[in-house]
């Protein structure tokens, strides 16, 4: 059996968490059993099997990582919406069809299952499908996500030790060859799975994931992890291959990651990018998601580098980075870079974005200029 078969004979054997009945996810038409983790996670999973390589479902419960301050998390397999109260609602989820996995954040109740909870999800639900001895699939969700099974068997695992689960899930990311195009899903909803589970072993896995012999397009994927949920450790993470990851493509997606974390030193790695980074298109990236965020800080690092990039593109990039902000800090100055930048095809790019603003300043200022 190849190492590829061993990790997932393993994943598809195992589970759990120390849950009662109203821990677990809310499954129906399903041929539903519960077991208690004998020994150690990987032991209890060499013992679940299903004859003829059928499939069927191995689920349990770990806590999660808190939400950002004032706000819940929840996660589906399918569409998140609200209603016009505001309330977040999981649409009813079929575990055979499904192919998609949604995360929300938000300040409003939660209704599960008909139930209106002004307290998000403490614990997220991790659900694997195994087929013929493999994992197929891995989906996250929390309580308020109603699952259908379509009939299949769903082994659900109580007492699970949260780094076993770490480890678990470790081992079917480095089984996955991410340098080819196909094969993929597993290791990806087994990084989300890490990435979202609250034990600091989840820190230490997700950091080894992006040492620099990793593939290129596991260490992109999980930077946007490390800013999305890791908080400080993920932030000393992205910090680290902002500096020294040699891929374009992976610093590329460490400024995003670095525009979504909720640490208050991201915005300044983000900036130290936007000004230093060797690469053009990566300054640019940088100055792109600085758009998305406001304040003087990040202005300021715009309209730094419109005038002191030595590359003509990023100046054009900073510019529209300055569309993206608040009308009341973005128009006045791209009124002023279109006035007086020395760059013809910087001043060009500013009045084509004072154009699509629609702000009655900036057409005063093309009266201004076309009556002189």
Request: aromatic share 6%; net charge neutral.
């Amino acid at each position: 059996m190849n190492k590829l078969r061993v990790v997932f004979t393993a994943a598809a054997l195992f589970l759990a968490g120390s849950l009662s009945a109203a821990d677990q996810p809310q499954i129906k038409n399903a041929q539903l059993e519960t077991r208690a983790v004998s020994g150690s996670l990987d032991n209890t999973m060499r013992g679940i099997t299903s004859p003829a390589g059928s499939p069927f479902w191995v689920g349990y419960g770990v806590p999660m990582v808190p939400a950002r301050e004032g706000s819940h998390r929840i996660m589906c397999c399918g569409n998140i919406w609200q209603n016009d109260g505001g309330m977040s609602i999981c649409s009813p989820c079929t575990l055979e069809t499904s192919r998609s996995s949604s995360t929300s954040e938000g300040s409003g109740p939660v209704s599960g299952g008909g139930t209106v909870k002004l307290e998000g999800p403490q614990t997220m639900f991790v659900l694997m499908r195994v087929a013929d001895h493999r994992v197929m699939r891995i989906v996250t969700v929390t309580e308020d996500c109603q699952l259908d099974a379509g009939g299949l068997r769903v082994v659900w695992l109580t007492g699970v030790n949260p780094a076993e689960s770490v480890t678990l899930l470790t081992g079917v990311v480095a089984a996955t060859d991410f340098d080819a195009r196909d094969g993929r899903e597993p290791a990806d909803g087994a990084i989300r799975a890490i990435a979202m589970q609250a034990d600091l072993a989840a820190d230490r896995a997700l950091d080894s994931f992006v040492s620099k012999d990793r593939p290129e397009s596991l260490r992109a994927k999980v930077a946007f992890w490390l800013g999305n949920a890791r908080g400080k450790a993920g932030l000393d993470t992205l910090k680290r291959m902002a500096k020294d990851d040699p891929s374009l493509k992976v610093r590329d997606q460490v400024t995003f990651a670095l525009s979504q974390s909720p640490e208050k030193e991201a915005l300044d790695e983000l900036i130290r990018m936007a000004k230093n980074d060797e690469s053009t298109r990566v300054r640019g990236q940088a100055l792109f998601w600085l758009g998305q965020r406001a304040g003087q800080r990040a202005a300021g690092a715009i309209t730094d580098a419109i005038d002191n990039d030595p590359d003509t593109e990023v100046k054009k990039k900073a510019v529209f980075a300055l569309s993206q902000l608040p009308k009341d800090e973005g128009v006045p100055k791209l009124i002023q870079v279109a006035r007086s930048n020395k760059n013809p095809a910087v001043r060009k790019q500013a009045m084509f974005w004072l154009g699509q603003s629609n702000d009655p300043r900036a057409l005063a200022f093309f009266e201004e200029i076309l009556t002189r």
